[in-house]
C-alpha cells in the first residue's frame, strides 16, 4: 500500500488583539539559531491592527478592576505558566537556541516569579501622606493616590524574551494598565503564548495585546497617540530612536538599555569561587545578557591564575543540542548578529589582543552546522583605548586587563559610556562595600552576578538607561500620582 506523504504543518504564530488572535496574511519566517532551520512564521501587524490594539486596551475596563482581584489574576497567570512550564521551554528554546536546561531555570522560572512578586508589591503597597503644619496652628493632610498610566507599549528584545517581557507586564497590569506588547521579531513565541495563559487566568479581553512585527511596528506603536508610557529594553541606538519618536507627545519612558560591565578582581579573592563567578557573568546566555560581563579588571599579583582559569572554564562549556540537558551554551541569536561578534573578534585581532582562547567559529556537528555559533573568547592584550573595550558586543567574550592599585581599578571600571552593572571580587568587606559604591552603574555585585530581587531598583544611568524597575520603582513607574491636599 502506498504511503501517505507526510504534510509537515509549520506553527503559526499570531497577534493577540482585544481578547482573541487576529489572523494577517502577510508572514515572516521565524528562525531557530542553533540549526538556521524555520520553525514557525510569524503573522505580521499592520498599522490597523496597532490601532485596534490600542483601542481595545483602552476599552478593556482592567483600571477599574480592584488590586485585590488584579493580584487573583496575576497569581493564576503564574500557575497557568507553571502548569505549561514545557510549553514555555520549548517555545523559548526554539525561538532563542538556548539550552533547555538554561530556559528553565532562568527563564519560565523568573517568568512565575515575576507575576507572583508582582501580585505581592501591589497588594502590600500604601500610598505617601503628610500631615503639614500651617502658620495659623492649623494643619493639612496631603496624600497622594496613584492611578494607573492607562495604555502602556511593552518592546522587548530576544535574548531573555519571556523573562523581560514578564517583568514589564507583571509591573505594569498589577498597577491596572493595559498593555500593548510588541515582542522581538526574532523570538515571537512565548509572548503568544503568555496571550492563552493570561486570558486563561481571567485577565479581561483588551488588557494584554501582542502585535507582532519588526522595528517599523515598533515605531508605529510607540508614536501611537493612544499610548500613555513606554516601557523598552534593548540596545541604546534603537532606545535613543525611540525616545525620539514618544517626544513629541512628551509620555513617561522608561528604559533599560546596553552595557559594558566590569568586575574587579583583587587579589585576595577565594579564586576557585570567583571564577565560578566570573564565567557566569561572561557565558551565561552566550554572553547575550546586558548584565554580562565584558572587562574583567584583575590584579596584576593573580592576573596569570585568573587568566588561565577562565580559559580552563571556557574550554569547559558545552556547545551543542539545546535540547540537550547537559549542553551549557547555545549559538547567538542570529547569523546578523554572529557578524557583529566576529567584527569585533577581528578588530581585537587588530588591536594586537591575544585570543587566550577562542577567537572564531566553532566546527558543530550534523544538523547544527548553519546555526550561528561562536567560541567563548577571552582576550589579553588590549587596553580601555581598544574599540572592542568600549563598545557593546553581546557575545561570551571578555577582555582581561591588568591593575596594580584598588583606585586605579575603579577609574578604569567607570572609563565608560555605559553605567548598568559591575561586580567586585574581594574577601575583603569593607573593600567590597567600598568598590560597590564607587562604581557608576545602576547594580553593583559584590562576590555574586545578576543575583536579583525583584523589590529591589533595577536599570541603568548614562547610556545604560532611564529610570528603573522593580518593587516600589515599578509601581512609581507604571502610575501617575495626583495629590490630594485637605483643610483640616
Ligand atoms: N538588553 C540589552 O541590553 C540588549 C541589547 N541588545 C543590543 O542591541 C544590538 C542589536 O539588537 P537588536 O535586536 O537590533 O535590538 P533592538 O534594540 O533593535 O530591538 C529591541 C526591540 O526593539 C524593537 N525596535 C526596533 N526598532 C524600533 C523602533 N524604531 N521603535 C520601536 N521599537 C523598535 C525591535 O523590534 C525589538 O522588539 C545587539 O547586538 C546588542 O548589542 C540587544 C538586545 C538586548
Ligand atoms: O533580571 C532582570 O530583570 C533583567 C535581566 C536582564 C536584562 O534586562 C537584559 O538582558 O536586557
Known amino acids: 500500500m502506498a504511503r501517505l506523504p507526510t504534510v509537515v504543518v509549520m506553527e503559526m504564530i499570531r497577534n493577540f488583539v482585544g481578547g482573541a488572535f487576529a489572523d494577517r496574511d502577510a508572514a515572516f519566517a521565524d528562525i531557530d539559531p542553533a540549526t538556521g532551520r524555520t520553525h514557525a512564521m510569524v503573522q505580521v501587524a499592520d498599522a490597523s491592527l496597532v490601532d485596534q490594539a490600542v483601542a481595545a486596551a483602552r476599552a478593556s475596563g482592567w483600571d477599574r478592576v480592584p488590586v485585590r482581584e488584579r493580584a487573583a489574576v496575576l497569581r493564576r497567570a503564574a500557575d497557568g505558566i507553571e502548569a505549561r512550564f514545557e510549553e514555555f521551554v520549548a517555545a523559548e528554546v526554539a525561538d532563542t537556541g538556548k ?58 528584545p530576544w535574548n531573555l524574551p519571556l523573562l523581560l517581557l514578564t517583568w514589564k507586564v507583571s509591573a505594569a497590569l498589577a498597577c491596572g494598565n493595559s498593555v500593548v506588547v510588541k515582542p522581538s521579531e526574532l523570538t515571537p513565541a512565548t509572548a503568544t503564548l503568555l496571550a492563552e495563559v493570561l486570558t486563561d487566568a481571567g485577565l479581561p479581553a483588551g488588557a494584554y495585546n501582542v502585535v507582532h512585527g519588526h522595528g517599523d511596528i515598533g515605531e508605529l506603536l510607540v508614536g501611537h497617540p493612544g499610548i500613555d508610557g513606554v516601557t523598552f ?51 551565561t546566555n552566550t554572553g547575550q545578557v546586558c548584565l554580562c560581563t565584558e572587562r574583567v579588571y584583575v590584579q596584576r599579583t593573580i592576573f596569570a591564575d585568573v587568566a588561565d582559569g577562565l580559559a580552563e572554564r571556557a574550554r569547559a562549556l558545552r556547545l551543542g543540542d539545546p535540547s540537550d540537558p547537559d549542553t551549557t551554551t547555545g549559538p547567538l541569536i542570529s547569523q546578523q548578529h554572529r557578524r557583529k561578534v566576529l567584527d569585533h573578534l577581528a578588530l581585537a585581532e587588530e588591536a594586537g589582543a591575544k585570543a587566550i582562547t577562542g577567537g572564531g567559529v566553532p566546527e558543530m556537528p550534523a544538523g547544527l552546522r548553519d546555526g550561528s555559533w561562536i567560541e567563548p573568547t577571552l582576550w589579553t592584550g588590549l587596553t580601555n583605548a581598544d574599540r572592542v573595550v568600549r563598545d557593546e558586543i553581546f557575545g561570551p567574550v571578555a577582555a582581561l586587563i591588568p591593575f596594580d592599585t584598588e583606585d586605579e581599578a575603579i577609574a578604569l571600571a567607570n572609563d565608560t559610556d555605559y553605567g548598568l552593572a559591575a561586580s567586585v571580587w574581594t574577601n575583603d568587606l569593607r573593600r567590597g562595600h567600598r568598590v560597590a559604591q564607587a562604581m557608576d552603574v545602576g547594580m553593583s555585585w559584590v562576590n555574586t552576578w545578576f543575583l536579583r530581587d525583584l523589590r529591589s531598583p533595577f536599570g541603568g544611568m548614562g547610556m545604560s538607561g532611564i529610570g528603573r524597575e522593580g518593587g516600589e520603582s515599578s509601581l512609581h513607574f507604571y502610575t501617575e500620582p495626583t495629590n490630594v491636599c485637605v483643610q483640616l
Open 99 to 156: 539550552p533547555v536546561a538554561l530556559a528553565r531555570e532562568l527563564d519560565v522560572a523568573r517568568a512565575v516569579h515575576n507575576f507572583r512578586t508582582f501580585a505581592d508589591v501591589v497588594s502590600a503597597a500604601g500610598q505617601e501622606s503628610f500631615l503639614t503644619d500651617l502658620a495659623d496652628g492649623r494643619q493639612a493632610l496631603n496624600y497622594a493616590v496613584r492611578k494607573p498610566l492607562g495604555v502602556v507599549a511593552v518592546i522587548v
Open 233 to 283: 529594553t534593548g540596545s541604546t541606538a534603537t532606545g535613543t530612536r525611540v525616545m525620539r519618536t514618544v517626544a513629541p507627545r512628551v509620555r513617561p519612558v522608561s528604559f533599560e538599555l546596553g552595557g559594558k560591565n566590569a568586575a574587579i578582581v583583587f587579589d585576595d579573592v577565594h579564586l576557585d569561587e570567583a571564577l565560578t563567578g566570573l564565567g557566569r557573568a561572561i557565558f
